[in-house]
């Protein structure tokens, strides 16, 4: 991502706020994963979007219209020790020159700078609500600059969430992210494809994550996206499985959800396939009615359509399929409108993707689902699960499907960012029977 698309971002954005008032944004703390050991940094969505800043411990102001530079940033020094100890820094230097703030203070001098930047603007854009440490600060900063009242220098009064502006603008992509995230899912597909090559009974689930690891960071992702679900047999019911740790067996079937991160950018594809290379009879029946389901919604992926369109279709179809397989008794029509479909189908056909997986933006506006418009990327991830439960009879026992693309809406209709994950019966087994030669 160039250094312009940032600086397009922030201007938007503070077009969009108006003068007279001030954005307060930071990164994501430092996780603790135990003692000494810290979590990889991973920066906030908003504050990346923004500035491209990939160091922990920094805070982004942005102040339209301010004599000194409209983009200023709060962020760590140079500092030989920590840099021998802990990695490099950009120091205030980089953050001017790479990421192009008009201004850089040190992250321990906040206190005493920040406050001066709120004097006589009346909003400030902040989100209350993720670091209650935080939020006491900033009414700190407030309450320091209401005191000056009567030296005729005015506090801001009204606090108002960046998500509205800030959200919208992140649910439009643009052609530099729509570029990330192909290339991304196209990474994601090569890492699916891997795992259905070395797959066979008696590997552990966790071996498949790391084909799928190995196949991110050999193309340049340096993490997936969120933690892969590699679910074998009862595993693959479970919807967000992550332990990843059981045997696969011949017979049973294998569902992996997992994509790749390219530049803070997500994937989120979900490929189904035989342990063994060959779906059974059922096997078979269930993944043919979801992999139905999913290309029928992508169908409806297009300008002018509702956000639930693609979801109403697939309830639809995966009704009608489970009905006329004697899975759901009674009618369709009843069957929808009791919501029984939900006790296998218990989640929605998609969301959002962006820089988060489940990414930001309203779903409904004024109460009614919005319309599909072009830059909006959305996943399709219909899916079947059957634990072993009451009246469900013993063949569908631990059949647990989803397929899952990542698709964008264009002018014309769609295209699917995760074409490359072979999802079709045939060309499953045939790459499995394939691989199984070689
Ligand atoms: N990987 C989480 C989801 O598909 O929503
Ligand atoms: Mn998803
Ligand atoms: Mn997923």
């Known amino acids: 991502m160039n250094k312009r698309e940032f600086f397009r971002r922030r201007k938007r954005l503070m077009d969009l706020m108006g003068d007279e008032s001030v954005a307060i944004i930071p990164t994501s703390p430092v996780h603790i994963r135990n003692r000494d050991v810290e979590f990889p940094h991973r920066p906030d969505s908003d504050f990346f979007y923004l500035s491209g800043y990939p160091e922990p411990e920094a805070?982004?102001?942005?102040?339209?219209?301010?004599?000194?530079?409209?983009?200023?940033?709060?962020?760590?020094?140079?500092d030989e020790k920590m840099e021998t100890w802990n990695g490099r820094r950009s120091g205030l230097e980089g953050a001017c020159d790479i990421y192009g703030a008009n201004d850089a203070f040190p992250i321990e001098d906040m206190d005493d700078i920040l406050p001066g930047m709120l004097e006589d603007r009346e909003r400030i854009y902040y989100t209350m609500g993720n670091d209650s440490g935080f939020d006491q600060r900033v009414l700190g900063w407030v309450n320091q600059v209401r005191k000056q009242a009567r030296t005729g220098i005015n506090a801001p009064d009204e606090f108002v969430s960046l998500n509205h502006l800030l959200h919208e603008m992140r649910l439009f992509k643009s052609r530099s992210e729509i570029t990330l995230m192909k290339k991304a899912a196209k990474i994601s597909c090569h890492a699916h494809k891997r795992a259905m090559k070395v797959c066979k009974p008696g590997m552990m689930e966790y071996q498949i994550e790391a084909e799928l690891l190995h196949e991110f960071m050999r193309h340049g992702c340096r993490s997936a996206a969120y933690p892969s679900i590699v679910g074998s047999g009862e595993n693959g019911c479970i919807l967000h499985y992550t332990e990843n740790n059981s045997e696969m067996n011949d017979g049973e079937l294998l569902l992996i959800d997992a994509g790749a991160e390219l530049e803070g950018y997500a994937s989120d594809i979900t490929r189904t396939f035989p342990v063994n290379g060959e779906y059974s009879k059922e096997?078979?029946?269930?993944?043919?009615?979801?992999?139905?389901?999913?290309?029928?919604?992508?169908?409806?992926?297009?300008?002018?359509?509702?956000?639930?369109?693609?979801?109403?279709?697939?309830?639809?179809?995966?009704?009608e399929g489970m009905v006329s397989l004697g899975i759901l008794k009674g009618t369709v029509k009843s069957n929808i409108k009791n919501?029984?479909?939900?006790?296998?189908?218990?989640?929605?056909?998609?969301?959002?993707?962006?820089?988060?997986?489940?990414?930001v933006g309203d779903y409904k506006l004024d109460g009614e689902w919005r319309k599909l418009e072009p830059g909006m990327v959305t996943t399709i991830e219909p899916g079947l699960y059957f634990q072993p439960q009451n009246g469900l009879q013993?063949?569908?026992?631990?059949?647990?499907?989803?397929?899952?693309?990542?698709?964008?809406?264009?002018?014309?209709?769609?295209?699917?960012?995760?074409?490359?994950?072979?999802?079709?019966?045939?060309e499953i087994q045939a790459l499995m029977a394939t691989a199984k030669v070689a």
Request: with cysteine.
């Open 339 to 359: 919501e029984s479909y939900k006790k296998y189908f218990m989640h929605r056909t998609g969301h959002w993707l962006g820089m988060d997986v489940h990414d």
């Open 59 to 78: 805070v982004l102001v942005l102040v339209p219209d301010r004599h000194h530079g409209e983009f200023v940033l709060f962020c760590r020094e140079r």
């Open 283 to 319: 096997q078979k029946q269930i993944y043919e009615l979801v992999l139905e389901a999913n290309e029928k919604a992508i169908k409806k992926v297009r300008p002018g359509n509702h956000w639930n369109d693609p979801h109403d279709v697939a309830v639809e179809i995966l009704t």
């Open 394 to 426: 013993k063949k569908w026992w631990n059949i647990g499907v989803r397929i899952e693309d990542d698709v964008l809406v264009t002018k014309e209709g769609n295209e699917v960012f995760s074409h490359d994950a072979p999802k079709t019966v045939d």
